[in-house]
Structure formats: structure tokens, C-alpha cells
């Protein structure tokens, strides 16, 4: 059996605030240990539940985050951020389970840190189905038939996923006060929150279904300014839709989409003064 596990850091136990998922502040390099602790939960369990091959993504900004040093040897990891698929690179039909760990609520939702990808969109749809990162995540999980059978993060988080993924297991390590403020488990019952999960994950994993994504799928991006979408809409197949910040992209398949809207993104980050 072999489990992939994409590991973001604003849904990890205890951190609150920017100041602990921005490598520049003060409590960064905290954060970077507690990351790496619940992804070596999320190993043990797995391992411990019949998994033969556990792969880890970092998948938060520079994807450099997890101390590798200090993670569970018996897990593989990819680190870097230029990477074709970024949070769910080499994610393929291989995998048994999909789990995603430290995930936050998509843009514009009450959650911790909640965003899509940057601070600049304001929301994603793939057709008329309103995502963030986890659910374009998820359709890309989805192509290749593998379930996303775990989420761990803050509550919002579990809940998008909940109603994104029925059947899906889910582990709230935090409970969302504001966009900057919750209340936290201690690290030592986050751990085994998620270890019970995971092993609950892993044991029905096969009634839990793939979030199949649409074929031909049309890819929309509500920018929070007009000059981010006009730098976004500078991709070739991209267009404005009239009167709005939204950019539109007609898509072969869900990687087409996954992969235009991380240049979409990148491009929109070029407008300097918002």
C-alpha cells in the first residue's frame, strides 16, 4: 500500500498568525518543527497500519519547510518549489490514499489564514463548483483515482472537506476564533488525534470515493483587482470576463487547469501596487 501526504503549514496545530508560516518572522522556525512532528504522526500510523511506502510533499510557499533531518526515515520527501503540480507533485494512479495535513479553508471563508494559493484570489471555480486548495487538490487526486481519504487542519478546513468528500476522515486540530486567533489541542493530542485517524483513514479507505473531476473542465479565477487579472489573463487561452476581476481558461483536462491556474497566480503576483 502506498499513501501520499501532502503537508501544508496554516492548518498545523498551534499556529494562528502569518508570523508562523513566513519564513522571514520570528516564529517560523517553531512552526517548521511542529510541521514536521504531525507529518511523522501521519507516518507512524500509516506504517503502522499496513502502508509499505509513505510519500511527503511540502506544500506550503517555498516548499522547503519540513526538517528532513528530523522526519520519520521510513517516509520519502519532496522538497522545492518549482515543481509542475506543486502541492500534489507525482501524485499519480500508484497511490492507495491521498491524505492532506495541515490544510486550511479556501479564500473568502471564515478559517484560519484562510486564502487560495496567494492573497490575491479572491475565489476558484472548476465549472460552477466554488474550490480552494484542497478541492482542486482533491479533482486532481481524483483523476488518477485516488481518494483523499484523510484531512487534518483547523475546523473550517475539515468541514470544506466534509462537504467536498463524503465519507472522508477528518482531524481538527484547531478550532478557528479569527482569521488570526483559534484554540488549539497540545501538539502531544494533536499527534494522537491524527495517528487515530489515519489508521481509521487507511481501514476504509476503499468506501471512500475519488472527487472525480469534470472532463473538459472550465477553470474561473476571481482576482481581488482588475491589474491582477490583467496580468493573469496574459497567458494564452485566458480571458477577462467582461466588467469583473475574473479570468477564464478552457481546459483539455484538470491537470490543464491545475497547471494555468499556478501560472495564473504567479503571473497576477506581478501587479505592484494593489
Not at 507529518?39 to 517555498?62: C, F, P, Q, T
Not at 519532496?78 to 499519480?92: E, N, P
Request: contains cysteine; charged residues 20%; aromatic residues 8%.
Amino acid at each position: 500500500m502506498k499513501i501520499y501526504v501532502s503537508v501544508d503549514m496554516e492548518g498545523i496545530t498551534g499556529l494562528p498568525d502569518y508570523t508562523f508560516v513566513d519564513s522571514s518572522r520570528h516564529n517560523y522556525e517553531r512552526a517548521r518543527r511542529i510541521m514536521t512532528e504531525e507529518a511523522n504522526a501521519i507516518v507512524r500510523a500509516a506504517i503502522g497500519h499496513g502502508a509499505k511506502e509513505v510519500l511527503i510533499n511540502d506544500s506550503h510557499s517555498k516548499m522547503n519547510n519540513l526538517l528532513v533531518e528530523e522526519l520519520h526515515p521510513a517516509a520519502d520527501l519532496i522538497t522545492g518549489d518549482l515543481k509542475a503540480f506543486s502541492m500534489v507533485q507525482a501524485l499519480d494512479d500508484s497511490f492507495n490514499g491521498a491524505i492532506f495535513a495541515g490544510y486550511h479553508a479556501r479564500a473568502g471563508q471564515f478559517g484560519v489564514m484562510s486564502h487560495s494559493m496567494t492573497f490575491g484570489v479572491r475565489t476558484m471555480y472548476i465549472n460552477d463548483v466554488e474550490i480552494g486548495e484542497l478541492g482542486f487538490n482533491a479533482y486532481v487526486a481524483g483523476y488518477y483515482g485516488v481518494p483523499v481519504i484523510m484531512v487534518a487542519g483547523d475546523d473550517c478546513a475539515c468541514k470544506e472537506a466534509e462537504e467536498l468528500i463524503p465519507g472522508i476522515v477528518t482531524a481538527a486540530v484547531k478550532e478557528t476564533i479569527s482569521r488570526s486567533a483559534v484554540k488549539t489541542l497540545h501538539p502531544s493530542k494533536a499527534h494522537a488525534l491524527i495517528e487515530e485517524k489515519t489508521a481509521e483513514a487507511i481501514a476504509k479507505r476503499d468506501s471512500i470515493q475519488p472527487l472525480l473531476p469534470p472532463e473538459n473542465p472550465t477553470l474561473r479565477i476571481e482576482f481581488t483587482n482588475y491589474g491582477q487579472a490583467e496580468w493573469a489573463a496574459l497567458m494564452p487561452g485566458c480571458k477577462i470576463e467582461p466588467g469583473t476581476t475574473i479570468v477564464k481558461f478552457e481546459a483539455k483536462d484538470i491537470l490543464e487547469a491545475y497547471r494555468a491556474m499556478l501560472v495564473m497566480v504567479e503571473l497576477a503576483m506581478q501587479t505592484k501596487y494593489c
